[in-house]
Structure formats: C-alpha cells, structure tokens
C-alpha cells in the first residue's frame, strides 16, 4: 500500500503520536506506533525506522521515556492540573459564547492526549453554564491588546442591557480613551484606561464594547493620570478595587465581631495576602485595606451584620444611610 504521505513528516507524526496516545500508564509498542501510522497517516515503516526517529526527539529535548514495556512522553506543555484549571477557567466566563467555550475547551483537552480527553466528558456540559452570545468578544480581545501594544488611542460605544437582553449605546457618541491594560476581575475583564477629557482612571467591562476603532493618535502617558502617576500595577489595583470602581484608593478600617475567624479567609480572598490585621483585647479582628470607599460600600454591605466600618468616618455615614434606606424599602 502507498504512503498518502511523505515519508520525511515521519518524525513529525511519531511525536503526535506519543502525545495523543502515550503517558506513564499507557505506553506504546512499536508495533502499535507503527499500526497508528499507518492507521492514521497511510505510512508504513520498519521498526527500526521508528525506534530512530525516537532517538531524534530525545536527542532533541523531548522528554520520551522508552523501556522494555514500551515507550511514552513523559512531560506535556501542561499538566492534568493545570489543564483542568485552563479548562474551568474557560467555562466559568460568562463573556465567552457556547461555541467559543467548545473550541477552546476541545484545544486545551487535545493538550493532554486521548485519556485525558475521556477523563474530561463528564465534568463538561455547556447547558449547565451561563454564557452570553457575545461573538465579538474575542476580537474586540484582540483589537485592545493591539492598541495597547502599539500605544494608540481606541473609540468605541459603551452599552448597557435592556429588557430585552440585548446592549444598547449608552450614548450616540463614541467614547475616545487611552488603553493601557487588560484586567481579570470578578469573572470579567475590564479595560483599564483613561477618558481624553478627563485625568482620572477608569475601568470598562470589555463585553460591554462594541466597534472598537485603533487610532492613530498616540495614548496619554499613563503617568499623567491620576492613581498611576507612580506606575500602572494591575495586581494592586485589583486588590484595591473589590468591585471596579474608578475612585481614588484610600485607608479603610473594619472589624469582624461575629465569625471573626472565617472572615480572615473572606478578606484574603478578596484583598490578598499584604492585608494587615490583628486582634483586638475585644477578640474581634481588626483589618486595614487601602481600597476604594465606594467599592468599600458595596462589599461592607453584602457581609452585613458580621463587619463594621471604622474609618472613614464619611464612609460609616454611608452605610448607616444605606442600611436606614433598606429598612425603610421593606416597611413598606
């Protein structure tokens, strides 16, 4: 039988081969490397021919173990650990559209091989997750990392949901920002940028975007807006910015009374490790974050009765407002 294949990419598909079918319980004979070629490929070889086209990948720096029970590549680009975190990652994002999720989850499990693919059915199924059909998120992903990069200037419409589901311009006039970084947060990524009339920071969901356009304007320094005037660190601003408000980050103090221990996990979950905090002669914790007041607001509210703000004085006048607010909406 004929070879619908060059013999030269022989190498090639022996290495596909290994990392479709092989790892440390499921190795490979040469008689069954040489079925698959042939199988799948329509080339047929000796058994010398593959044992030397697997001493030139070893040779090359691949990680393939050969003994005398058979033969498997031993290191992936990912392990299974990592690639069922890639894979979670994917599913858990609302932004990103059923068939999107599909493609991408089916790339991430051709990473692992075979068995991994079987050992992944049973924890996808795509009815189970919310997503929005939004197919110009991955480009307009794109689009803003372009810009960016090349430190161009963006338009585009910034929208809300209606009744309906679908966005709607917020306004009929396209928004002109600086584009500096793309930020992960709360399952959504936000584009952290700067409006060209204004010298403050602030933060647009990206699935809210539509018709991005690169200009040929050059972007602000991020330097002459106020908050990143000593440098634009994504990691600190996320930690500041329990929900994505654009508000200056300032000293906030607060005490857990009740469940003061599980309030430590919640607090490290949401500000990081660089928290600090203590425990009062009370046996309450005290904590101090460096975080927005507005943000603040929100996330003090949504933990109720168990955390009471300190400081700042205007921010406790807020949430005594809010809770006299919520009182009164359920009297009547």
């Known amino acids: 039988m004929a070879s619908f294949e060059a013999k030269k990419l022989l190498i090639l598909r022996i290495l596909e081969i290994l990392t479709e079918y092989s790892d440390s319980e499921h190795k ?6 040489i079925r698959l070629l042939q199988l799948q490929y329509g080339i047929e070889c000796e058994r010398k021919a593959v044992a030397r086209n697997i001493e030139f990948l070893q040779d090359a720096g691949y990680d393939i173990v050969a003994d005398k029970s058979g033969v498997y590549l031993a290191e992936r680009k990912f392990e299974t650990g990592e690639l069922r975190l890639l894979i979670d990652s994917v599913l858990s994002n609302r932004n990103v559209c059923k068939a999107h999720t599909k493609e991408l989850v089916a790339k991430l499990a051709k990473e692992g091989g075979k068995y991994f693919k079987n050992y992944t059915k049973h924890v996808i199924n795509l009815d189970d997750w919310q997503k929005q059909e939004n197919k110009e998120y ?31 311009r917020r306004s009929n006039e396209k928004r002109l920002v600086n584009p500096y970084q793309l930020l992960l947060k709360n399952g959504f990524y936000y584009l ?13 969901r990206v699935n809210r975007i539509t018709e991005i356009e690169i200009l040929e304007t050059p972007v602000k320094p991020f330097t002459k807006v106020k908050e990143f005037e000593n440098g634009l660190n994504i990691g600190r601003i996320s930690n500041r910015l329990p929900y994505m408000f654009d508000e200056k980050a300032e000293e906030i103090v607060f005490e857990s009374r009740n469940s003061a221990d599980d309030m430590i996990n919640n607090v490290i979950d949401w500000f990081g490790n660089g928290v600090k905090m203590e425990r009062t002669d009370e046996g309450n914790i005290r904590f101090y974050v460096y975080a927005s007041p507005r943000a603040m607001r929100f996330w003090i509210l949504q933990f109720g009765k168990y955390v009471k703000v300190l400081q700042p004085q205007s921010l406790c006048d807020i949430i005594k407002a ?8 359920y009297e009547e």
């Open 28 to 33: 490979l004979r040469q008689g069954d490397i």
């Open 322 to 329: 809010d809770i006299a607010a919520m009182q009164k909406l």
């Open 138 to 168: 991955f480009y307009n992903i794109e689009l803003l990392c372009e810009a960016i990069e090349k430190k161009k200037q963006v338009s585009f419409y910034y929208n809300s949901y209606g009744l309906d589901k679908k966005l709607y």
């Open 192 to 204: 952290v940028c700067n409006y060209d009339r204004h010298d403050n920071g602030v933060y647009c």
